[in-house]
Every structure is written in C-alpha cells, then in structure tokens.
C-alpha cells in the first residue's frame, strides 16, 4: 500500500510505515500472556508479514476506559503522527479492547485516526466502515465497556468487603507495608523506623509539645521522615495523616459509605491520642492557639480581634515624661482603625464586664444536673453494652489464641509455625489491650457529672476565677468561656452579638432536652464534647483547682 502526496510542490510516493500500540492495565497483565511484550511481539509480526517497517512502538499501562489523551503512550503516539504529516501511518494493535473500552471514546479515537489520514489493524477484528460494519464495531465496543463496568463493580464489592472487615485494600500507608498473612491475605504492618518516627510526631502534637502543626513538620523533616521539601510543603500531609483513623488503628472509607471499625492492623497510636489530635485541630482552624509572647502588662493580646479587618490587636506600651501608657491597637494597614490606640484600662475593664455578662443564669444549673443524669444514663447504657461485647470479644480471642497455640504445636514447617506464632502475638496483645471497664450510675463514678459541676461552677463566676490565674492560664481558660476570639470595635465596645459564650450551650442544652424533647441530639453532643475537655484541662491545672475552690 502506497500513495502520492504533494511534498514541496513535488509529488512523491510515501510508503506507509506501522506504529505499534500496546497497552494493559494491571501489573498482573505484564507477567501473563496477553502483556506488553506478548502485544508488541504479536504486532511486530504482523507487520513484518505485511510488508510494513516499524517505526515506533509505544507501551502504555493504564486502567480502565475513559479520555484516550490521558493515556501517555497514546497521547505520544497521535503527537508523532502530527509531528510527521507527509507521512502515511498504519496504526497495529493486538485486540479491539486494546483500543478503547468506552464507546464514547472508542468513537472519538476512531474520529481522531480517520482526519489523520491514519490507518487501524487489529489482529483479532477488522474494521469495516460499512453500515454494518460499523454497528458491529460500536456493539463490540459497548460489550467492551460494560465488561470493564462489571470488572470495575466485582473489583470495588471485594475491596469494599475487605474495608468492612477492618482491611486496608489499597496502597500501603505511610510507616506501613503489606504482608501476606494466611488469615487475612494483605496486611499492613508498622515499618520502622518511619512509623515509630510518625508516632513521636503524632504524640507530640496531640501532647502539645509540638504546639504547631509546622512544629511537627520540622520535626519530621529533621528525622528524615520527609526530605526534599521544606516543612511549610507538608503541611497538607501532616494534617491529612493527623485526621487518618487508620493510625489508631480503624479503618474509614467515606468514598464508599464505610463508617470507622476496628482495623486488623496495629494502630501506632492510641485511640485517645487520635481523639485528643482531632480536637487540637479543631481548636488550631478556630483560632484557639496560644501565644508565645504574651506578658502580664497586656492578657488580651492574642484573644481580641480588630471588628473592623478581623485582624488580631496587638499592644505596646510608651514612655512619657512622668509615666508608661499601654495600649492596645490593630495594625493592619488596610484597615481604617489602623494605629488608633485603645487604653488598656479600658479594654481590660470592658472585658470584666462582658465575663460578668456570661454567668450562668440562677437556678438553670439545678435543671441541667437533673437532665444531665438521664443524658449520662443512657450514656451509662451505650457504654456498659460496648464493653459487653468486648467480654464476648476477649472470649473469642482466647478461644482463637488456644486454637492457634496447638496449630503451632503440631506445625511441622518452620514458615507455618512462624505464620502462627505471629498472629498468635497479635490476638494476646489485642486481647490484653480489651480490658472491658462497666460503670456504675452514681454521680461519682464518671467524670462528665464532675466535670459538669466544675464547669457550672467557672461560669457563674467567671471574673473570681479569672482573677485569680496568671496570664497563660487565662489564656487556656478563655476558650471554655468563649468559642471563638472576641471582637472589639472602634466605638470602644465589644461586639457582643457575636460573642459565643459556653453559657449558651449550656442554656440550649436545657431547652433542647426538655421533658417535652427526647434526650440526646446535637447538643448533648456537644456538651459531652466540651466537658470531656474541660475535665482533662482542670485535672492539668492546679491553678484552676485552687481557683475554683476558693471561687
């Protein structure tokens, strides 16, 4: 097969020259006899019989139908053909799945050939633009894409099984690796020294010995956990894998409607650890950092924000001739409040004044214990009936723990034994780490009812309590009296329609729990949330125990 073709006001005959195209899309397929190099051996004969010389040969590895331009081999090999335009190409392929497994795209591709002047041979199927041929062809293409459909769908079924089992299906977490195991098949176990690495970083964070999440970043830089890169670019890593259950040990997939559950993998962190993680982070994105520059001349710094820019005010303090004036002011340039001076008596003496206004109303805090105690007995409930199950779970591990003891016994090859011995290991540890612990309904077995006093306690006196702390603890304080930083305004007041104070979530929690509303929802939540909190900052604080007890 020949043709002429004008070339530089010439007419010369242009022999077609073959373009061999292979692709497949699994790892799996390169070893087994349809793989890349059976295709490009098969397509190199064929043109070899025809008559026709290879000129290029382009390999791809791609899964699955879709846009052909995101194919790389493909996208090179249409981009070769533009690239030589006088001359005549005869495209080689293996089988029409080879092609494309989207009709849509099978379509497009076919389009793509034909205004190139290009022309398909397929070792398996010929193609004919007939009528006929054409349905056929488009036929052959939709059984193509709906094999790929039904493989996709049986692929992701198996995968999400293994997800609802407790097992990571895909590509390894970082500090972890997959192992073959004889009772879950893949497994994914620590790999150190970067999950132990990881674990520090993690631990510190949650502890607050790294207060940032860039501090922890630098520390995983610094150990060689990360390289390259400084440690402002992993960030979005850090906090991607601060917010991964997996590392406590659970398995989540939203993607596919797979809620949390216990994972058959070994977490590298606790479970309270990854708790205390979420709750530092949520409190990070609030604003809930405390300074490192704050003194006793200037408590606010760091909790007031600008209401005109929403910036944070600083201070300062200057010398006259007879005395030091301190001040507080917004130093956003942009803003129109920019350098006007705010006395520090008087932001100081207002903010007295809106703790005042945030006590918790008379007479509410009887109503809250009294619905509290049904909340906590429900509760109570949900928790003695999850650690039944860990009794029956303990159980089944002591029965599985004796099965595998004499499997290792009886094991007459070292592999197996090794096997056995191995998940033997890991059923004693998860066994002993299940330490079920039912509770008592009294008001002293639980620290949410003591909590729940302590903190009723602050909010009906807020300012005795703030007045007897020193500065960081104020500042460790002031988000369990407020949500959020508080805006002051150039009218020389706070912006107290916006202020979040803790005393509605109490006040909120008694409307929404009434007798005439089931208990539970949203707020209950909440407050559980915001006494679990308090509860380990007041047990952290000796100040604050020496405050409320003098309060």
């Known amino acids: 097969m020949k043709s002429i073709r004008q070339v530089d006001n010439v007419e010369v005959i242009v022999h077609p020259k073959a373009l061999v195209y292979c692709r497949v899309s699994s790892e799996r397929q390169k070893n087994e006899g349809h793989g890349l190099d059976s295709q490009e051996s098969r397509c190199v004969k064929y043109a070899r019989d025809n008559g026709y010389e ?38 080689i392929f293996d089988d029409i799945k080879r092609f494309a497994r989207d009709v849509e795209f099978h379509i497009k591709l076919r389009s793509t050939f034909k205004v190139r002047g290009v022309i398909l041979k397929c070792l398996n199927y010929n193609f004919d633009d007939t009528p006929e041929g054409k349905f056929v062809e488009t036929i052959i293409a939709a059984g193509s894409e709906l094999e790929r459909s039904q493989n996709k769908r049986q692929v992701n079924q198996k995968m999400r099984a293994r997800l609802e089992m407790g097992l990571w299906t895909f590509a390894p977490k970082r500090g972890y690796i997959n192992i073959n195991t004889l009772e879950y098949g893949k497994l994914q176990v620590r790999k150190d020294p970067d999950a132990s690495i990881l674990a520090e970083a993690l631990d510190g964070f949650s502890s607050g010995k790294f207060p940032r999440k860039i501090d922890a970043c630098r520390f995983l830089v610094e150990r060689g956990f990360w390289k390259k890169q400084k440690p402002e670019k992993y960030i979005h890593r850090f906090d991607h894998i601060a917010k991964d259950p997996f590392y406590a040990g659970y398995i989540e997939y939203k993607k596919w409607e797979v809620e949390r559950r216990e994972g058959k993998h070994d977490g590298i962190i606790s479970i309270k650890t990854f708790e205390k993680i979420q709750r530092r982070l949520k409190g990070e994105l609030s604003g809930k950092r405390i300074r490192l520059d704050i003194t006793e001349d200037f408590p606010l710094r760091g909790l007031i924000n600008c209401a005109d820019c929403g910036e944070h005010l600083t201070a300062s303090k200057s010398k006259g001739r007879n005395n030091t004036y301190y001040y507080y002011f917004c130093q956003n340039a942009g803003c129109e409040s920019y350098r006007v001076s705010i006395k520090k008596d008087h932001i100081e003496n207002e903010f007295q004044n809106v703790l005042e206004k945030g006590r918790l109303k008379d007479g509410i805090e009887n109503i809250l214990g009294i619905i509290f105690d049904e ?19 303990r159980k089944k591990l002591n029965e599985d723990i004796g099965r595998l003891t004499d499997l290792v016994i009886k094991a007459d090859d070292d592999v197996l034994r090794v096997a056995y ?4 290991k890991k059923k004693i540890k998860e066994r002993d780490e299940s330490v079920p612990h039912l509770v008592k309904n009294n008001k002293d077995s639980v620290p949410y009812r003591t909590a729940l006093d302590k903190s009723v306690q602050l909010l009906k006196n807020p300012c005795v309590v703030w007045n007897k702390l020193n500065v960081e603890e104020k500042h460790e304080l002031f988000f369990y009296i407020f949500g959020e930083k508080l805006e002051y305004g150039k009218k020389g007041s706070y912006r107290t329609d916006k202020i979040p104070y803790a005393t509605m979530l109490f006040e909120e929690f008694v409307v929404e729990n009434s007798p005439h509303v089931e208990i539970g929802g949203k707020t209950s939540n909440r407050l559980k949330t915001y006494l679990s909190d308090f509860w380990e900052y007041y047990n952290s604080s000796k100040m604050l125990q020496n405050a409320l007890a003098t309060a």
Do not use: C
Not at 61 to 78: C, N, Q
């Open 375 to 393: 909340v906590w007995k429900e509760e109570v409930g949900l928790h003695n009936k999850e650690e039944a199950a860990k009794v029956s779970r």
């Open 54 to 91: 290879v000129e290029k040969i382009f390999r791809d590895s791609f899964t699955g139908g879709g846009d052909f331009m995101k194919r790389p081999a493909m996208s090179d090999l249409i981009k070769h053909t533009d690239s030589n335009p006088y001359q005549n190409y005869v495209v």
């Open 421 to 424: 011995e191995t998940q033997m």
